[in-house]
T-cell receptor, first 113, second 109 residues
Framework: GAGVSQTPSNKVTEKGKYVELRCDPI?????LYWYRQSLGQGPEFLIY????????DSGLPNDRFFAVRPEGSVSTLKIQRTERGDSAVYLC???????????FGQGTRLTVV | AQRVTQPEKLLSVFKGAPVELKCNYS??????LFWYVQYSRQRLQLLLR??SRESIKGFTADLNKGETSFHLKKPFAQEEDSAMYYC???????????FGTGTRLTIIP
């Protein structure tokens, strides 16, 4: 598969637990983006990586959210002490660089109960 | 603050009729504007961006800086156009896209 892959596709967790969401970008894409989409809303920017570094993390809502991309490929979005308000679809996208088309994954639906 | 407004949550159009999906934006500077589409059970994908000035699947969009609008148009709707459409803007390239809330377009056969 040549597309952006996100795992798991669905995640149900209890309030207060820790979760990790994984994104496998298209091979060779240096730019990677995380978005969050709540019901009835458009995607909301979280963080943008260029290579291994977070070029812009201004969309992370608070310090419970953290993302890494240690080798410049796979990225993991980490959420500590989950809250019911964190329930949403988390989308990952990648692009060759910041100016070319970004390709989205199918998303991870996170439900906090 | 940057903002994208899509005033219509739902839009139904008969097959063969013209389509216009409205998008207005607020941004201090010169933004880049995009339209993204999500077909049923498929991923979000780029439809077009204003800097490329292309027509994709018969759709066009013109950036009107005076009216701060980027409406999406197609002269003759087709059934396969039924989808969710999102307007988005950025200050530069793909960085930090701001999306509207989307318009669900339904083409009536």
């Amino acid at each position: 598969g040549a597309g952006v892959s996100q795992t798991p596709s669905n995640k149900v967790t209890e309030k207060g637990k820790y979760v990790e969401l994984r994104c496998d970008p298209i091979s060779g894409h240096t730019a990677l983006y995380w978005y969050r989409q709540s019901l009835g809303q458009g995607p909301e920017f979280l963080i943008y990586f260029q290579g291994t570094g977070a070029a812009d993390d201004s969309g992370l809502p608070n310090d419970r959210f953290f993302a890494v991309r240690p080798e410049g490929s796979v990225s993991t979005l980490k959420i500590q002490r989950t809250e019911r308000g964190d329930s949403a679809v988390y989308l990952c996208a990648s692009s060759i660089d910041r100016n070319t088309e970004a390709f989205f994954g199918q998303g991870t639906r996170l439900t906090v109960v | 603050a940057q903002r994208v407004t899509q005033p219509e949550k739902l839009l139904s159009v008969f097959k063969g009729a013209p389509v216009e999906l409205k998008c207005n934006y607020s941004y201090s500077g010169s933004p880049e504007l995009f339209w993204y589409v999500q077909y049923s059970r498929q991923r979000l994908q780029l439809l077009l961006r204003h800097i490329s000035r292309e027509s994709i699947k018969g759709f066009t969009a013109d950036l009107n800086k005076g009216e701060t609008s980027f409406h999406l148009k197609k002269p003759f709707a087709q059934e396969e156009d039924s989808a969710m459409y999102y307007c988005a803007l950025s200050g530069s390239g793909n960085e930090k896209l701001t999306f509207g809330t989307g318009t669900r377009l339904t083409i009536i056969p």
